[in-house]
């Protein structure tokens, strides 16, 4: 999906699964957005890439970690402050849990990383574009309301650039291989 702002993104959530579960009824079948239909499975996430703008320019490119700003990085600070909340968002169902277990590539720390897609936020860094400079919310799934997920989301992210939320350090290792000090 091409980006857009909050209302227009949610906007185009909304339609595609109205689009992809008609066409599927079209063809006798049925479409789902259950975020764990299939037990022993990977999950079916609704990771969330976004970036922050003030007055045509982007408020996430800087020097810091994975070429994050210091306002990027508190902005992360404020989503691993509220994550637990936001989940009420974010995964509203009782099957949005059976997708958030270790092992599937779920997101299951509250930790942020540029390379361990088992945290909860991700910063990919595939180009030095500052224009698509992002952080990546790993936890939702597509049984939320994305009017409601992605207002949660930036009103937490905006606390934590607000307050000057420090994220604490990036874990880049993978959980696995992590000592039992370390965890």
Same mark, same amino acid.
């Not at 970036?51 to 902005?75: D, E, I, Q």
């Not at 936890?139 to 607000?162: E, H, R």
């Given at each position: 999906?091409?980006?857009?702002?909050?209302?227009?993104?949610?906007?185009?959530?909304?339609?595609?699964?109205?689009?992809?579960? +008609?066409?599927?009824?079209?063809?006798?079948?049925?479409?789902?957005?259950?975020? &764990?239909?299939?037990?022993?499975? +990977?999950?079916?996430?609704?990771?969330?890439?976004?970036?922050?703008?003030?007055?045509?320019?982007?408020?996430?490119?800087?020097?810091?970690?994975?070429?994050?700003?210091?306002?990027?990085?508190?902005?992360?600070?404020? /989503? =691993?402050?509220?994550?637990?909340? /936001?989940?009420?968002?974010?995964?509203? *169902?009782?099957?949005?849990? &059976?997708? =958030? #277990?270790?092992?599937?590539?779920?997101?299951? &720390?509250? #930790?942020?990383?540029?390379?361990?897609?088992?945290?909860?936020?991700?910063?990919? *860094?595939?180009?030095?574009?500052?224009?698509?400079?992002? =952080?990546?919310?790993?936890?939702?799934?597509?049984?939320?309301?994305?009017?409601?997920?992605?207002?949660?989301?930036?009103?937490?992210?905006?606390?934590?650039?607000?307050?000057?939320?420090?994220?604490?350090?990036? /874990?880049?290792?993978?959980?696995?291989? =992590?000592?039992?000090?370390? /965890?």
């Amino acid at each position: 999906l091409e980006h857009a702002d909050l209302l227009r993104m949610a906007d185009i959530c909304m339609m595609l699964k109205h689009v992809v579960k +008609n066409v599927a009824a079209q063809h006798g079948k049925t479409a789902t957005f259950m975020p &764990k239909p299939l037990f022993m499975d +990977n999950g079916s996430g609704m990771h969330t890439h976004f970036s922050m703008w003030k007055a045509g320019k982007p408020l996430f490119p800087g020097n810091h970690y994975a070429g994050m700003s210091r306002v990027g990085l508190y902005a992360i600070g404020g /989503l =691993l402050k509220h994550a637990k909340s /936001l989940l009420a968002f974010t995964n509203p *169902t009782t099957n949005s849990y &059976k997708r =958030l #277990v270790p092992g599937y590539e779920a997101p299951v &720390k509250l #930790v942020y990383s540029s390379r361990n897609r088992a945290a909860a936020i991700r910063i990919p *860094t595939y180009s030095a574009d500052p224009k698509v400079k992002r =952080l990546e919310f790993r936890c939702p799934d597509s049984s939320c309301n994305p009017y409601l997920a992605f207002a949660a989301m930036t009103m937490a992210a905006a606390d934590g650039i607000k307050n000057k939320i420090d994220p604490g350090n990036p /874990l880049d290792k993978l959980f696995h291989e =992590l000592e039992p000090h370390e /965890l």
